[in-house]
C-alpha cells in the first residue's frame, strides 16, 4: 500500500477521470434521450407511411368490389339485350365474362371477409358488409334473368361446350316461368335487370363503397394529423438536445485540447525526433504516459534489431512471413501496376507427417518452398512468402496472362521432378483498385481450395479403386 501512495505522490496531477466522468454522464444521457427519441420519430413515420399504404390497398380492395360488381352487370346486361349474335349463335362471350368474375379474388363475399381481418374502423368495415350483401342480392337476380332468357330454346346456351354455363342451366325456375312463351320469357328477364328495385340496390352498393373509402379517407387523415403532430414534438425536443449536446461538447473540447490535446502534440513532436519526451504534463494520466513511453523508448532500442530479423523470416524456409506480405500487399495496391497472385497449398502433408515422421514433414516444407521460389521468384526480390504450416503466397507486379501461363507450366514440370503434390490457385488484375490486393487473394484462394478439392477427391477415388 505505501509503494501505492508513493507512486501516485510522484506522478501527482489533476485526474482527467475526475473531470470526464460528470461530462459523459450527462452528454451519455443526452445521446440515450436523442436515439430514444430518433427510433420513436422513425417508428412513427414508418407507421404512417405503412398506414398510408393500407389505407390505400383497403379502398383498392373496396374499389375492385364495385368494379366487379359492374362487370357482372355490363356482361348481365349484354347478353340480355343480345343473347344470340348476327351468325344466330349464343352471345356467350359475356356469360363467360361473368362466369369467370364468380370466381374472381375481388368477389364481394371474398372482399367483405378480408375487411373482417383489416385493422380498420366498424363503421368501414360495416360498410362493406352491406355492399357485399347488395351485391349478393344483385348477382342472384342477374343469374334468374340469364337463366329465364337461356331457357328459351333458340337461345339455349352451348353447356357441353363450355361447361361453366351451367351455373346458369341448372338455376331452378318456377313453373309459371318455364311456361311462359319467348316474349314473355324476354321481357321478363329484362325487367328484372331493369326494374327500381334492382337499381335502388346497385345505388346502395355504390353508395356504401364510397362510404367506405370516406371513411378510410378521414381515419388516415385523423392518424396523420396526429403523427405530424408527434414527430413535431420529437424533433423540437431533439433540437433542443442536439444544441445542449454540442454546447458541452465545445466546453469539453477546450478542457481536452488544452489538458490532452496538445500535450499530445508536444509528445509528437519529441517523439518525431527519436527521443523521450521531454515536455511536462499536467494530468496524473498524461505523466504517467510520458513515464511509460520513456521506459518502453529505452527497452525499444535494446530489442528493435532482433525483433526486426525475427518478424520479417520464416525460420524453416527462410521466406519472407505473413507480416512482410501484408506490408508488401499495401505498397503494391498504390502501383497502379498489373498484379497476380498465386496461392498453394501443399497437399499431404498430413499424410507425410503421421507416416514418415514431422522431419519428414518439414522436408516436405522446404522443398515446396524451393520449387516455388525457383519458378516465381523475379531477381531475389523477396516477393515468395511462407504465411502458414503448408500454406504458400507468390506475388507478380508488372507480369501478364503469358508470363503466369510459362511460371506455372514451369511449376508443373518442377512439381514432377521433385515429386511433390501441391494445389495453386492465382487471380490476375490490369489494375486494381481500391481494396483490389484483398479480392485478388481471395479468388486465388478459392481458387486453389477448388483445385485442392479435386486433388484430394481423385485421390480418394483411387484408394477405393
Known amino acids: 500500500m505505501r509503494e501505492k501512495n508513493t507512486s501516485k505522490s510522484r506522478i501527482g496531477g489533476v485526474s482527467a477521470k475526475t473531470l470526464a466522468i460528470p461530462v459523459l454522464v450527462v452528454v451519455a444521457a443526452l445521446l440515450v434521450s436523442i436515439v430514444l427519441m430518433i427510433i420513436d420519430i422513425n417508428h412513427s413515420s414508418n407507421s404512417l407511411f405503412d398506414l398510408m399504404q393500407q389505407s390505400g390497398a383497403y379502398q383498392l380492395d373496396a374499389y375492385d368490389m364495385q368494379a366487379s360488381n359492374t362487370v357482372f352487370s355490363e356482361t348481365c346486361s349484354s347478353y340480355i339485350q343480345t343473347p344470340v349474335l348476327l351468325n344466330s349463335s349464343p352471345n356467350v362471350g359475356p356469360l363467360m365474362a361473368f362466369v369467370g368474375e364468380l370466381d374472381s379474388d375481388r368477389r364481394s363475399p371474398k372482399i367483405a371477409e378480408r375487411f373482417r381481418n383489416y385493422d380498420v374502423s366498424y363503421e368501414a368495415r360495416l360498410c362493406v358488409e352491406r355492399a357485399s350483401e347488395y351485391s349478393e342480392q344483385i348477382l342472384e337476380v342477374q343469374i334468374h334473368a340469364i337463366a329465364v332468357m337461356s331457357s328459351i330454346s333458340e337461345y339455349a346456351l ?4 363450355y361447361p361453366a354455363l351451367s351455373v346458369f342451366s ?71 438536445e442536439i444544441f445542449a449536446i454540442v454546447f458541452i461538447l465545445c466546453g469539453g473540447f477546450a478542457g481536452l485540447y488544452l489538458l490532452i490535446l496538445k500535450p499530445l502534440k508536444n509528445y509528437s513532436d519529441d517523439i518525431k525526433t527519436n527521443h523521450s519526451i521531454a515536455h511536462p504534463a499536467r494530468t496524473s494520466e498524461m505523466k504517467q504516459l510520458v513515464n511509460s513511453f520513456n521506459s518502453l523508448w529505452e527497452y525499444r532500442n535494446k530489442i528493435e534489431t532482433f525483433l526486426r530479423t525475427e518478424a520479417e523470416n520464416d525460420a524453416l524456409t527462410g521466406l519472407p512471413n505473413r507480416y512482410c506480405l501484408e506490408r508488401d500487399l499495401l505498397e503494391i495496391e498504390s502501383l497502379d501496376k498489373p498484379v497476380a497472385v498465386f496461392m498453394f497449398d501443399v497437399n499431404f502433408l498430413k499424410q507425410t507427417n503421421d507416416t514418415k515422421g514431422h522431419l519428414a514433414g518439414d522436408q516436405l516444407i522446404r522443398t515446396v518452398a524451393s520449387c516455388i521460389k525457383e519458378c516465381f521468384e523475379i531477381d531475389k526480390n523477396n516477393n515468395c512468402y511462407r504465411i502458414g504450416g503448408d500454406e504458400f503466397v507468390a506475388l507478380l507486379v508488372g507480369c501478364n496472362k503469358e508470363e503466369i501461363k510459362m511460371r506455372l507450366e514451369r511449376f508443373k514440370f518442377v512439381l514432377t521432378r521433385e515429386n511433390v503434390s501441391v494445389s495453386v490457385g492465382f487471380a490476375f488484375d490490369n489494375k486494381l483498385e481500391s481494396g483490389g490486393m484483398k479480392i485478388l487473394m481471395e479468388k486465388a484462394d478459392k481458387s486453389m481450395y477448388k483445385q485442392k478439392k479435386e486433388i484430394h477427391e481423385l485421390s480418394e477415388k483411387q484408394k477405393k479403386d
Open 158 to 161: 352451348p353447356v357441353d361446350e
Open 170 to 240: 341448372n338455376y331452378e325456375l318456377t313453373q309459371t316461368e318455364i311456361d311462359m312463351s319467348k316474349d314473355e320469357k324476354i321481357g321478363y328477364a329484362r325487367s328484372l335487370i331493369s326494374a327500381q328495385a334492382y337499381t335502388q340496390t346497385r345505388y346502395y352498393i355504390s353508395e356504401n363503397i364510397n362510404r367506405c373509402n370516406e371513411i378510410l379517407n378521414e381515419d388516415f387523415s385523423r392518424a396523420q394529423a396526429q403523427t405530424k403532430n408527434h414527430v413535431t414534438i420529437m424533433r423540437n425536443v431533439l433540437w433542443g
